[in-house]
């Protein structure tokens, strides 16, 4: 069966920006930078990205377009005869089905906010009952169901018809959606009586700040932000490089997806700091700052249902980009392992991400008292599995099949990296990349676990 491809650059542009850019940016950027003090967090952010981000990115694109197969048989083309690297296949198709599993409720929970503000049920709100609106939705089991199984169910019709006319052609016009939209919810935030101040403190860096929360954890903070940032480590991205043309080199698209991420972070962070300033709210109230703090100050903000509809839709196109993305990569390795039909492996998966997703609905209401890995609930314990192990133990993996003699080796990755037209990857970055950067990534799975 011939593989499909993207129709153009910017459609594998915006499909794998699309993928990156997720709750990681609009929710918890923002909040990681209120926490770590501003301005020095994001130059922080700015440099891992750079240094640690866009080299692991090439290489999971790399694996992807020199082998033209999604995870398991990827490895597999590339592996030496009788090694087993591809073994870390099966488990980026394991991480993908448990990140779909919290994932789609937190999208769902977006989705619930939109229609909240869009129909009113804030207007005329006290500020004080803001709160109990996010409290009663997570106590109602249907409710959170319902935007659960809308976001499952829209994710997998799209996905059903198909690289060029579904994931690429919606993926446009959602990115294109969420790129006005943010910008024109900026240009409001910042435009409110005294948000320069919360201009000033996200980026004017401020290292008196940064040294009261401690420079040391700042920087691990960003390191672990610019990483999680690209869902890298569980072949979400590596399905996309399978897909792209060779005409283009993978280190200048991989800056270009970077870019497309990096520009949406930093401008939900212009949303919402300038607001927080103009309403007199702290900016580091951690994860609730989006369902509780921001929705507070819309209340009070003029013409605040519309901004406060129009905030929730940007949430929702920029997590509902990441679903659709991870489940093409959950078909593609169906109809790769399995030799199913696209139409098979949709029904399939769509039934078993439905069933496999009321764990996380449920763990907030009927079964509140479950707690999993430390005391977590079942979604922070599904988010700790995947952002804490699998994401840097995948990269890893990804990084030494990349770069040790044992996996494909420095020199054929370099030469799939470099294929094309663009910015090249030098070679001189070999020992960088075989010494310095696992340790890094180790550096980021050490602190997770702890």
């Known amino acids: 069966?011939?593989?499909?491809?993207?129709?153009?650059?910017?459609?594998?542009?915006?499909?794998?920006?699309?993928?990156?850019?997720?709750?990681?940016?609009?929710?918890?950027?923002?909040?990681?930078?209120?926490?770590?003090?501003?301005?020095?967090?994001?130059?922080?952010?700015?440099?891992?990205l750079i240094i640690m981000g866009v080299p692991v990115l090439t290489m999971e694109l790399a694996v992807g377009r020199a082998s033209r197969k999604s995870a398991v048989l990827g490895y597999?083309?590339?592996?030496?005869?009788?090694?087993?690297w591809h073994i870390h296949g099966w488990v980026c198709i394991i991480g993908c089905y448990l990140l779909m599993m919290y994932y789609t409720t937190v999208a769902g929970w977006m989705l619930g906010y939109f229609f909240k503000f869009a129909g009113g049920a804030f207007k005329g709100m006290e500020v004080s009952a803001v709160d109990g609106v996010f409290s009663a939705m997570l106590s109602d089991p249907v409710e959170m169901g319902i935007f659960m199984a809308l976001t499952v169910l829209a994710g997998f019709l799209v996905c059903s018809f198909g690289i060029q006319k579904g994931l690429e052609r919606i993926s446009k016009w959602m990115m294109a959606a969420l790129l006005l939209l943010i910008v024109v919810l900026a240009?409001?935030?910042?435009?409110?009586?005294?948000?320069?101040?919360?201009?000033?403190?996200?980026?004017?860096?401020d290292f008196q700040r940064a040294a009261q929360v401690g420079i040391g954890n700042v920087a691990t903070a960003a390191m672990n932000q610019s990483f999680f940032t690209l869902s890298l480590g569980i072949a979400a991205m590596e399905?996309?490089?399978?897909?792209?043309?060779?005409?283009?080199?993978?280190?200048g698209e991989a800056v270009r997806i970077?870019?497309?991420?990096?520009?949406?972070?930093?401008?939900?962070?212009?949303?919402?700091?300038?607001?927080?300033?103009?309403?007199?709210?702290?900016?580091?109230?951690?994860?609730?700052?989006?369902?509780?703090?921001?929705?507070?100050?819309?209340?009070?903000?003029?013409?605040?249902?519309?901004?406060?509809?129009?905030?929730?839709l940007f949430m929702f196109f920029a997590s509902f980009t990441t679903v659709i993305?991870?489940?093409?990569?959950?078909?593609?390795?169906?109809?790769?392992?399995?030799?199913?039909?696209?139409?098979?492996?949709?029904?399939?998966?769509?039934?078993?991400?439905?069933?496999?997703?009321?764990?996380?609905v449920l763990g907030y209401n009927l079964w509140s008292g479950v707690h999993i890995i430390g005391g977590r609930d079942v979604l922070d314990s599904e988010d700790f599995i995947v952002s804490n192990l699998l994401l840097p133990i995948g990269s890893l993996v990804y990084l030494l099949f990349c770069v040790s003699k044992w996996g494909?080796?420095?020199?054929?990755?370099?030469?799939e990296a470099n294929q094309g037209s663009g910015l090249k990857m030098s070679p001189k970055l070999k020992r960088y990349f075989q010494f310095v950067l696992p340790v890094l990534i180790l550096v980021i799975l050490i602190q997770g676990l702890i």
């Open 1 to 48: 069966m011939k593989r499909e491809r993207f129709q153009s650059r910017l459609g594998f542009l915006l499909v794998s920006a699309g993928c990156a850019i997720g709750i990681g940016n609009v929710w918890r950027f923002p909040y990681v930078t209120g926490v770590n003090g501003g301005g020095v967090f994001v130059l922080f952010y700015l440099l891992f």
């Open 76 to 84: 597999k083309a590339l592996e030496k005869p009788g090694s087993k």
């Open 187 to 205: 240009i409001n935030s910042v435009s409110l009586q005294g948000a320069i101040e919360g201009v000033k403190f996200y980026l004017l860096p």
């Open 239 to 251: 399905i996309f490089g399978s897909y792209m043309s060779r005409d283009h080199s993978l280190t």
């Open 258 to 312: 970077c870019a497309l991420d990096t520009f949406v972070a930093l401008m939900a962070g212009m949303i919402i700091f300038p607001a927080c300033f103009s309403f007199g709210v702290e900016p580091d109230y951690g994860p609730t700052l989006i369902f509780v703090t921001l929705p507070r100050i819309f209340v009070d903000m003029a013409g605040g249902r519309l901004w406060g509809a129009l905030f929730f």
């Open 325 to 360: 993305a991870v489940f093409e990569n959950l078909l593609s390795s169906c109809m790769d392992n399995f030799g199913w039909s696209r139409k098979k492996a949709v029904v399939i998966n769509c039934i078993f991400i439905l069933i496999a997703s009321l764990p996380c």
């Open 408 to 415: 494909w080796g420095f020199d054929n990755y370099i030469a």
